[in-house]
């Protein structure tokens, strides 16, 4: 064999020991830097998807709310419930003897039309029961209104005649003989009502926004809004002397907006709506713990004290067809 190639073999030799502890140490140390910057990427991702989640029913329930309240007092070609016959009016919720008047949630429920917002303060006041329960903390809302665009006159709905200075409830399809379709318009007449309940028919044990609804028929049906809102609360702006500005907020069912209420305040309008919501995850997370205060609206619901996480959410909206 020839001596060059033999000395080259010789000098061909391996790492050392010392060699390869020290690659090893590197190596360990770079993937343990890279498991550690992987394991708070994902933490990160968790928490940030969590707070998005949170974030996106918050928005989902108040935007839902805000539609209704908005449009609440528009009864099609004018805003003056008053104005409309048929209306409840003092002892009678009936006083053009609809046939089909829907009472399950109380004989004024869907007729009411001198009171387009209104509802209970911390309890459930209607005479119809949530399907999972209610919330004794939270407040609601029941918001009376006419569709946006006028509709085809249909039978078995509470729709609504209306021309610039006056109006009239019907159900029958036909549209009553006071009114000519040459300058009045059909509307159909949208009750809500807006609680929270303790458990969610989707998710058990996640408490959720909710709606008594006036549908076709007619008939009342019970809706799941938003799973994961904990509590609502409202305020009324009141304007007492109809110059469009907030007099002073009342909480609902105070007895100034009330035209029937002893305490009603001639002229007294809501114009309007301070909402506060409290929104909770869906599940609980290791490593939070909540221990804010919460005191929405006129609610101090304390200290929870678990591992959910929650928001608490708020927005002033103005009631746009209250407004002289």
Known sequence: MNSDLIKMRRRQTGITLVELMVALA??????????????????AFVVNESIARVQETAQFAMDTIEADLRMASNWGRNSRGLAVEGRAIAGDANPISLATV??????????????????SDNGYTLACGGVDGEDPNSDVVTVRRASVNPVVPLAGKLQIQTTRIQGQIFENGLIPNSFSPADSTTHDLMVTSYYVAPTS?????????????LTAGPAIVDEEVAPGVENLQLQFGIDIDQDNTVDRYVNPGDPIYDPQAAGYVPGARVITARVWMLVRGIIAEPGVQDSTNYSPGNQPLGVINDNFRRMLVSKTILLRNART
């Open 201 to 213: 028919g989707l998710i058990a044990g996640v408490p959720t926004l909710r709606r008594q609804r």
């Open 26 to 43: 590197i190596g360990s140390f770079l993937m343990i830097g890279t498991v550690q910057i992987y394991n708070q990427s994902r933490q």
């Open 102 to 119: 829907p009472v399950l949630c109380g004989d004024d429920w869907a007729t009411n039309l001198g009171i387009p917002i209104d509802g």
